[in-house]
């Protein structure tokens, strides 16, 4: 980081580039050619004091991604599916896709929480990270109590991109892993679909699928097209991951134009039902519709900017 | 590209959008749903109530409002914004009657309404209206009018329209269900316009609000028990039909 208007003395001065402003001082213009000043910069930005690596690592501290049993308080010594080896796993980020999952899912059959991660980042509404009541817990993992090896996963936190992997890794482990579907739900803003079609002849919500290559079922809705692409942990996490290590997996995506709790968002969701991976979950969808309408009014804000 | 303009509002983007107007117009849809209908001796508007906080005052969360004795008007969007247009638009249908001594046109109101909102458009920091509004009203010579105006300042003449969230499953409706039938007598284009609401509101009538106004009458707003049996009396020609066609397929 150079200082901007410092006198430069020595060989180097000659060598760096004038201009001229519109006031008429003449000012160093930044030189591309970069090589005269290397040992400086060196030197300066360098130059780490004990300070700056105690505040790094406290950041890391504080953005550490922990995985714990919230029952007995103790954190995962593996990772999560290292130690319940699940055949179906099914992953819901985001309020619209957990409110689904909440509803139509969680409803049918009896779901033990097995563990829950505790992250921090700027998107956090809460400072302290130790001591979140339940009802801010923002990631939780169930299984099913009659067939352990489906696990659902809830989580309605933004995951940072530097927090991602290491969800991955206390999630997933680092080994591959055999005889499992992944399916992921999550929503995203009308706005971030490319189309060459007109905007206003969208229909939203909508579903779109993006899919590994391992995973041979028909999807329950479209694909997604090019050039479109998805973000954050739902792809840049869990589907990679499942690409790279061939692991089947979908991801059903649904184009909102409400990002909030929204009925009729949750409700785009309904074609998953029939997909082989949710069919056998789902016992009862009349009460689950009425499940979703009592979660739609407990968590309505109320808010009086729009009429 | 859309982030490098929509900074300041005189700014076009390279492809010919204003961008601040129509993140406005999406500002629109995040308000509950409004429908308006002309019929042939009545204008009709009807909105979706938004639920009401426990302790707050009913009486002042209103979307139909009127500007002068035979001109209302039910808007979506920012509430702020709506009552500063209201305000706007109420003194500005005094002042025409004070000045040439007749009251505004329904047309001259909206457009009043309309040109605000396009200043609103052009200036440097200053941001759009985030309303849409429907206009409704009869003219001094007896035919009524609806108009509707957008965050970018145009204003149109429609025949029945519906703004707000869900407008475009709630127009579909009307386009298929406007029929001269449909618009014969009062009733009937009151009808319409519950049933148009009907498709797109949670929970039914008691979510419904619903004004109307006459040829040489004051806008008139319905009782919640008055919506409930226009909705009875609707749900009962629903099922009337349905067992018209089941008769029939057998």
Same mark, same amino acid.
């Given at each position: 980081?150079?200082?901007?208007?410092?006198?430069?003395?020595?060989?180097?001065?000659?060598?760096?580039?004038?201009?001229?402003?519109?006031?008429?001082?003449?000012?160093?213009?930044?030189?591309?050619?970069?090589?005269?000043?290397?040992?400086?910069?060196?030197?300066?930005?360098?130059?780490?004091?004990?300070?700056?690596?105690?505040?790094?690592?406290?950041?890391?501290?504080?953005?550490?991604?922990?995985?714990?049993?919230?029952?007995?308080?103790?954190?995962?010594?593996?990772?999560?599916?290292?130690?319940?080896?699940?055949?179906?796993?099914?992953?819901?980020?985001?309020?619209?896709?957990?409110?689904?999952?909440?509803?139509?899912?969680?409803?049918?059959?009896?779901?033990?929480?097995?563990?829950?991660?505790?992250?921090?980042?700027?998107?956090?509404?809460?400072?302290?990270?130790?001591?979140?009541?339940?009802?801010?817990?923002?990631?939780?993992?169930?299984?099913?109590?009659?067939?352990?090896?489906?696990?659902?996963?809830?989580?309605?936190?933004?995951?940072?991109?530097?927090?991602?992997?290491?969800?991955?890794?206390?999630?997933?482990?680092?080994?591959?892993?055999?005889?499992?579907? /992944?399916?992921? $739900?999550?929503?995203?803003? #009308?706005?971030?679909? @490319?189309?060459?079609? &007109?905007?206003? =002849? +969208?229909?939203?919500?909508?579903?779109?699928?993006?899919?590994?290559?391992?995973?041979?079922?028909?999807?329950?809705?479209?694909?997604?097209?090019?050039?479109?692409?998805?973000?954050?942990?739902?792809?840049?996490?869990?589907?990679?991951?499942?690409?790279?290590?061939?692991?089947?997996?979908?991801?059903?995506?649904?184009?909102?134009? /409400?990002?909030? $709790?929204?009925?009729?968002? #949750?409700?785009?969701? @309904?074609?998953?039902? &029939?997909?082989? =991976? +949710?069919?056998?979950?789902?016992?009862?969808?009349?009460?689950?519709?009425?499940?979703?309408?009592?979660?739609?009014?407990?968590?309505?804000?109320?808010?009086?900017?729009?009429? | 590209?859309?982030?490098?303009?929509?900074?300041?509002?005189?700014?076009?983007?390279?492809?010919?959008?204003?961008?601040?107007?129509?993140?406005?117009?999406?500002?629109?849809?995040?308000?509950?749903?409004?429908?308006?209908?002309?019929?042939?001796?009545?204008?009709?508007?009807?909105?979706?109530?938004?639920?009401?906080?426990?302790?707050?005052?009913?009486?002042?969360?209103?979307?139909?409002?009127?500007?002068?004795?035979?001109?209302?008007?039910?808007?979506?969007?920012?509430?702020?914004?709506?009552?500063?247009?209201?305000?706007?638009?109420?003194?500005?249908?005094?002042?025409?009657?004070?000045?040439?001594?007749?009251?505004?046109?329904?047309?001259?109101?909206?457009?009043?309404?309309?040109?605000?909102?396009?200043?609103?458009?052009?200036?440097?920091?200053?941001?759009?209206?985030?309303?849409?509004?429907?206009?409704?009203?009869?003219?001094?010579?007896?035919?009524?009018?609806?108009?509707?105006?957008?965050?970018?300042?145009?204003?149109?003449?429609?025949?029945?329209?519906?703004?707000?969230?869900?407008?475009?499953?709630?127009?579909?409706?009307?386009?298929?269900?406007?029929?001269?039938?449909?618009?014969?007598?009062?009733?009937?284009?009151?009808?319409?316009?519950?049933?148009?609401?009907?498709?797109?509101?949670?929970?039914?009538?008691?979510?419904?609000?619903?004004?109307?106004?006459?040829?040489?009458?004051?806008?008139?707003?319905?009782?919640?028990?008055?919506?409930?049996?226009?909705?009875?009396?609707?749900?009962?020609?629903?099922?009337?039909?349905?067992?018209?066609?089941?008769?029939?397929?057998?």
């Amino acid at each position: 980081m150079r200082r901007s208007g410092a006198p430069r003395t020595g060989p180097d001065a000659g060598a760096a580039a004038m201009a001229a402003t519109f006031f008429g001082e003449v000012v160093r213009a930044p030189c591309r050619a970069g090589t005269e000043d290397e040992e400086e910069e060196e030197e300066e930005g360098k130059r780490e004091t004990a300070e700056d690596r105690e505040v790094r690592r406290q950041l890391a501290r504080k953005r550490e991604v922990r995985l714990f049993r919230r029952q007995t308080k103790t954190s995962l010594e593996v990772s999560l599916l290292e130690k319940y080896p699940c055949s179906k796993f099914i992953i819901a980020i985001g309020n619209n896709a957990v409110a689904f999952l909440s509803s139509f899912v969680m409803n049918s059959g009896v779901w033990e929480e097995v563990g829950c991660a505790n992250l921090w980042n700027e998107w956090c509404r809460t400072t302290d990270t130790t001591h979140l009541s339940p009802a801010e817990a923002f990631c939780v993992f169930y299984h099913l109590k009659s067939s352990p090896s489906v696990v659902l996963c809830q989580c309605s936190c933004y995951v940072a991109e530097d927090q991602q992997y290491q969800w991955l890794e206390k999630v997933f482990g680092s080994c591959a892993r055999k005889n499992m579907q /992944v399916t992921i $739900l999550t929503c995203r803003h #009308v706005t971030d679909y @490319k189309t060459s079609e &007109s905007t206003s =002849s +969208l229909h939203s919500p909508f579903l779109k699928a993006l899919k590994t290559q391992n995973f041979k079922e028909p999807p329950c809705c479209s694909l997604l097209e090019q050039p479109n692409i998805v973000h954050d942990l739902p792809a840049a996490g869990v589907l990679s991951y499942c690409q790279v290590w061939r692991i089947p997996a979908v991801l059903y995506l649904c184009y909102t134009d /409400v990002m909030k $709790l929204d009925l009729i968002t #949750v409700e785009a969701f @309904k074609p998953i039902l &029939s997909s082989r =991976s +949710l069919k056998g979950l789902v016992k009862n969808i009349p009460q689950s519709t009425e499940i979703l309408k009592k979660l739609m009014t407990t968590n309505e804000i109320q808010s009086n900017i729009y009429t | 590209m859309a982030s490098r303009y929509d900074r300041a509002i005189t700014v076009f983007s390279p492809d010919g959008h204003l961008f601040q107007v129509e993140y406005a117009q999406e500002a629109v849809k995040k308000g509950s749903t409004a429908v308006g209908i002309r019929g042939t001796d009545i204008v009709v508007l009807g909105v979706e109530k938004k639920s009401v906080a426990k302790l707050q005052d009913e009486r002042t969360v209103r979307k139909i409002c009127a500007l002068d004795d035979h001109v209302c008007m039910a808007f979506a969007g920012l509430t702020a914004d709506a009552r500063v247009v209201i305000n706007r638009a109420r003194v500005e249908c005094q002042s025409h009657k004070l000045t040439v001594e007749d009251p505004v046109t329904v047309e001259y109101i909206t457009r009043f309404i309309a040109t605000l909102k396009q200043k609103y458009t052009q200036s440097n920091g200053r941001r759009p209206f985030g309303i849409s509004a429907l206009i409704v009203g009869f003219d001094d010579d007896g035919i009524p009018r609806l108009y509707q105006t957008d965050p970018s300042g145009t204003y149109h003449a429609w025949k029945a329209n519906a703004i707000g969230r869900s407008a475009k499953t709630v127009r579909e409706f009307l386009e298929k269900n406007y029929t001269e039938d449909a618009i014969a007598n009062d009733n009937e284009a009151i009808k319409l316009a519950i049933r148009a609401l009907l498709e797109v509101v949670q929970s039914g009538g008691k979510n419904i609000e619903l004004a109307v106004i006459r040829r040489n009458q004051p806008l008139k707003m319905f009782s919640a028990k008055e919506i409930e049996l226009q909705v009875t009396e609707i749900e009962k020609e629903k099922e009337e039909a349905e067992k018209k066609k089941s008769k029939k397929a057998t």
